[in-house]
């Protein structure tokens, strides 16, 4: 709603502001600090308001004849800068909430904000001058002040004995009753006729495409605050993707529009999800740093500089065991050669010899940085060859040798099924980022590559060797440019997401069996005692034994690995589906998820929890969200096995519970048996289910040894095991924490004390109703864990049971973990670090006064 009568009076109003904020000599001198020229556009009056500081002394002008480029660029409403000026707007979820649109140098601009403070005692007193009182009164958003709880509500609260669960986070996972198996990419085998024209009509289309995209991305009609785009660097996409099938996979770049509209992706449905619509490819929440058509065989844009080495690899992977001619094809810009991604995957490529096409888009800019500074060595071709992979280099800018050079390679590739590397050296005519101001290089070497136009190029070959007119050419141009429009008319009639789209696509569907029912202890009555190791084995084994898509690699698994829990593997399934790889945690884990992503199952094997720091982005950056950000187009059915733990004098860096920082990852499930029965049957539900499950095992548990059942069995994910039944406490724990709190139950016990034992088995998703139906019982709860307390799992128990039922609680809840220090390496300080018997009999003690 407008505050205003008209812009007349809005223009008026302001003006009067500036020219007395100019007048202060206190405002202007700080004003005069900041070099800025700032453009004001408002969205509901034509009216354009600049703030120039860059001269002797600041001024403001309105509406200029002609368009002066700003440093900054602020698209507001006057309702906006009304609330601004009364104090009354936070300016940051402002600007997260597109009530103001930022373009260009936005730290600058918010450096003026300091020096305008003395001014918001200004704007009342000019509305006053003008006869607007009336709107000194509160803006439209009203501040909640929240009451303290007084001693009286507190005592109310414990009082009450209900159980909440609804206020509680909901795991949100949608199941079904279809078998658990990947999703698979309907694409099909064809063959495109390209021709010159083909080749042209091509770029004409990314050029047009990127140009609207400019020009909105400019008009704040996109919501994004960053795009990048490839103007200039069209002959990359169209020589490369042109020579590939359906399926073929693509893995590409946060600039990667173009690589995607050359391997035929739907144009309309691609720019509805660039304007963040429901029926854009990724249903709005991929955007252009993630967009995906898996019909195509794309997997990705990626917005983390690198990661697509790593899935292209793991989609090689896939490709070689399925015996396929198909390839595997990664786009990535010059500077993610200088990332260990790039390094372990370029190793891996060549030690698998996997078919994957690895293409270098040489636009001699590492974001801001020019190529000469970040590299030093700038023909990174030869970074290809130091792997032993065949490389060349060739002019990016000549669609036509781009086509033929590459079409021959993939030719090549599809025989021999060996991979090879090319450089493709190219120019990005825009910055970065679209508002870049682009300090880094001058207009002289812009225009020089200008020159370079691949499209002007291939026109001028047509018309010398007369393969086109002018006016064929002018059509095409026409057509390309029409068909641009039409897919932004598409896009801004479709509808945006529904509030219920915000938790869908967050993990794939899943068969209920895997997730439902209660733990029962019942089925130990096996026939059979094995240790938790052996029971691993077991587990393994039996599902590549189900499933010829499972496979095992990681550091020294064909020998059984650090721990010897995958020893015989290698003979029973040979050397193609227990592999071993290079200490390279980035490329296990990278290479597997890009395998999973194609239909593969993969076990992958991390040979210390510790070790886990050293993959974290694909754990996290792909793993846990491709799913969400492909909008449901892929599955991820990974498990990562890792043991963790201390006890065996490995001290800090092989000994940490890890547990934390992966618990609580929306996409991930994270599973933490403590004995052979939970080990197996949580282990083959993990490897079935279609989504990235953390599989830990605790090094001192592998010895335990315990009864499992003869038969084949799966455990549900997401359920606690009651350990021991009780009435008096609630102990919750994991892992090592189990057989101690078991100990301490059974000694308490002569106390006439009666402890109730919880084995969450799953951390995440946890099992809140059997925590919460203990405590409802018990009155009681504590928490044991063997890493450290601050920001644990036991924090997260609890809080959970302080929010849904803080008045089931008799005493306070009590938390035992491990010292706020490093893992030490001496046994004596080791053993004080660790949760023990003593500890938990005392602390129970206590609680029962």
């Known amino acids: 709603m407008k505050p205003y009568k008209d812009q007349e009076e809005f223009e008026a109003i302001l003006s009067r502001l500036w020219t007395r904020i100019l007048e202060s000599p206190e405002i202007?001198?700080?004003?005069?600090?900041?070099?800025?020229?700032?453009?004001?556009?408002y969205t509901d009056y034509p009216s354009v308001l600049y703030i120039d500081t860059i001269g002797d002394a600041p001024r403001y002008y309105w509406n200029p004849e002609q368009d002066i480029p700003p440093d900054v660029d602020m698209i507001l409403s006057s309702e906006t800068s009304h609330r601004f000026w009364l104090e009354d707007l936070n300016v940051p979820m402002a600007i997260a909430s597109r009530k103001i649109i930022p373009k260009g140098s936005i730290q600058k601009a918010l450096k003026l904000i300091p020096a305008l403070k003395?001014?918001?005692?200004?704007?009342?007193?000019?509305?006053?001058?003008?006869?607007?009182?009336?709107?000194?009164?509160?803006?439209?958003?009203?501040?909640?002040?929240?009451?303290?709880?007084?001693?009286?509500?507190?005592?109310?609260?414990?009082?009450?004995?209900?159980?909440?669960?609804?206020?509680?986070?909901?795991?949100?996972?949608?199941?079904?009753?279809?078998?658990?198996?990947?999703?698979?990419?309907?694409?099909?085998?064809?063959?495109?006729?390209?021709?010159?024209?083909?080749?042209?009509?091509?770029?004409?289309?990314?050029?047009?495409?990127?140009?609207?995209?400019?020009?909105?991305?400019k008009a704040g009609h996109l919501p994004t605050e960053a795009i990048h785009l490839s103007i200039g660097q069209e002959a990359v996409a169209a020589g490369v993707c042109m020579n590939l099938r359906d399926t073929d996979y693509l893995n590409t770049t946060h600039r990667g529009h173009g690589h995607i509209i050359a391997k035929g992706a739907d144009l309309n449905r691609m720019m509805a999800e660039l304007y963040g619509k429901a029926s854009g490819l990724c249903g709005g929440k991929g955007g252009s740093m993630h967009v995906t058509d898996g019909q195509k065989g794309v997997l990705g844009a990626n917005g983390i500089v690198g990661a697509g080495f790593l899935?292209?690899?793991?989609?090689?992977?896939?490709?070689?065991?399925?015996?396929?001619?198909?390839?595997?094809?990664?786009?990535?810009?010059?500077?993610?050669?200088?990332?260990?991604?790039?390094?372990?995957?370029?190793?891996?490529?060549?030690?698998?010899?996997?078919?994957?096409?690895?293409?270098?888009?040489?636009?001699?800019?590492?974001?801001?940085?020019?190529?000469?500074?970040?590299?030093?060595?700038?023909?990174?071709?030869?970074r290809g060859q130091s792997y032993g992979i065949p490389s060349t280099r060739l002019d990016g800018n000549d669609v036509k040798e781009v086509y033929q050079k590459i079409g021959s390679l993939v030719k090549a590739m599809r025989k021999d099924r060996k991979p090879r590397l090319v450089e493709l050296m190219t120019y990005r005519w825009h910055g970065h980022m679209e508002g870049d101001?682009?300090?880094?290089?001058?207009?002289?070497?812009?225009?020089?590559?200008?020159?370079?136009?691949?499209?002007?190029?291939?026109?001028?070959?047509?018309?010398?060797?007369?393969?086109?007119?002018?006016?064929?050419?002018?059509?095409?141009?026409?057509?390309?440019?029409?068909?641009?429009?039409?897919?932004?008319?598409?896009?801004?009639?479709?509808?945006?997401?529904?509030?219920?789209?915000?938790?869908?696509?967050?993990?794939?569907?899943?068969?209920?069996?895997?997730?439902?029912?209660?733990?029962?202890?019942?089925?130990?009555?096996?026939?059979?005692?094995?240790?938790?190791?052996?029971?691993?084995?077991?587990?393994?084994?039996?599902?590549?034994?189900?499933?010829?898509?499972?496979?095992?690699?990681?550091?020294?698994?064909?020998?059984?690995?650090?721990?010897?829990?995958?020893?015989?593997?290698?003979?029973?399934?040979?050397?193609?589906?227990v592999i071993d790889t290079p200490i390279s945690e980035y490329g296990i884990i990278g290479g597997a998820v890009g395998a999973a992503m194609t239909g593969m199952r993969p076990i992958a094997e991390i040979l210390f929890a510790d070790f886990l720091t050293c993959c974290m982005d694909p754990i996290i950056n792909q793993a846990a969200k491709l799913r969400y950000m492909t909008g449901g187009q892929v599955s991820i059915p990974l498990t990562i096995r890792s043991p963790l733990g201390s006890g065996i004098g490995m001290a800090a860096q092989h000994s940490q519970s890890m547990e934390k920082f992966l618990f609580g990852v929306p996409g991930l499930i994270v599973v933490a048996p403590s004995d052979p029965y939970t080990a197996k049957g949580l282990l083959k539900s993990a490897i079935r289910v279609n989504n990235p499950v953390i599989f830990f095992e605790h090094k001192l548990l592998y010895a335990e040894s315990g009864r499992i059942p003869a038969k084949e069995y799966t455990l549900p994910i997401g359920?606690?095991?009651?350990?021991?039944?009780?009435?008096?406490?609630?102990?919750?724990?994991?892992?090592?924490?189990?057989?101690?709190?078991?100990?301490?139950?059974?000694?308490?016990?002569?106390?006439?004390?009666?402890?109730?034992?919880?084995?969450?088995?799953?951390?995440?998703?946890?099992?809140?109703?059997?925590?919460?139906?203990?405590?409802?019982?018990?009155?009681?709860?504590?928490?044991?864990?063997?890493g450290p307390c601050t920001g644990g799992i036991g924090a997260e128990v609890i809080a959970r049971v302080t929010t849904a039922a803080l008045g089931l609680l008799k005493t306070s809840p009590v938390r035992i973990a491990a010292s706020e220090c490093p893992i030490p390496y001496a046994k004596t300080l080791e053993n004080a670090l660790l949760p023990n018997h003593d500890q938990i009999v005392q602390a129970i003690r206590s609680m029962m006064g």
């Open 719 to 786: 359920k606690a095991l009651i350990r021991r039944t009780g009435c008096d406490v609630t102990i919750v724990t994991h892992l090592l924490g189990v057989g101690i709190a078991l100990e301490a139950a059974a000694f308490l016990e002569n106390d006439g004390i009666s402890v109730e034992v919880i084995d969450l088995c799953t951390l995440y998703p946890m099992d809140n109703q059997t925590i919460l139906t203990s405590v409802r019982k018990t009155g009681r709860i504590i928490t044991i864990e063997e």
């Open 118 to 217: 003395p001014a918001f005692a200004m704007y009342p007193e000019v509305l006053k001058e003008f006869g607007r009182k009336d709107l000194l009164g509160k803006a439209d958003m009203t501040v909640t002040h929240k009451k303290k709880l007084s001693v009286n509500r507190l005592l109310d609260l414990f009082g009450k004995k209900e159980v909440r669960l609804s206020v509680l986070p909901k795991f949100p996972m949608v199941f079904g009753a279809g078998q658990s198996v990947p999703v698979e990419v309907p694409v099909k085998k064809r063959a495109r006729k390209v021709s010159d024209i083909t080749l042209l009509r091509t770029m004409c289309t990314i050029r047009a495409f990127e140009e609207h995209l400019a020009a909105a991305f």
């Open 437 to 577: 101001p682009e300090s880094y290089r001058d207009e002289a070497e812009k225009a020089a590559f200008r020159k370079k136009d691949p499209i002007q190029r291939l026109i001028r070959d047509l018309l010398k060797r007369k393969a086109a007119t002018r006016a064929e050419i002018e059509k095409i141009q026409k057509k390309a440019s029409d068909a641009v429009t039409r897919a932004t008319v598409f896009a801004l009639k479709e509808e945006e997401p529904k509030g219920e789209a915000l938790v869908s696509d967050v993990y794939t569907p899943e068969n209920s069996t895997f997730f439902t029912g209660a733990m029962s202890m019942s089925e130990t009555l096996g026939e059979r005692e094995v240790s938790l190791a052996q029971a691993i084995n077991e587990a393994i084994a039996e599902e590549m034994d189900r499933d010829g898509n499972v496979f095992l690699w990681g550091e020294d698994v064909t020998l059984g690995g650090y721990f010897n829990v995958t020893e015989g593997l290698i003979e029973r399934f040979g050397k193609e589906r």
């Open 311 to 382: 899935l292209a690899m793991g989609a090689g992977m896939t490709i070689r065991h399925q015996n396929r001619d198909d390839i595997s094809v990664v786009i990535a810009g010059d500077g993610s050669v200088n990332q260990g991604m790039f390094h372990e995957a370029m190793n891996m490529i060549a030690v698998f010899g996997l078919p994957v096409l690895v293409v270098i888009e040489n636009n001699l800019y590492g974001e801001f940085t020019s190529l000469k500074r970040h590299s030093c060595v700038t023909e990174l071709y030869k």
């Open 28 to 41: 202007a001198k700080s004003i005069s600090g900041v070099k800025i020229i700032a453009r004001f556009r």
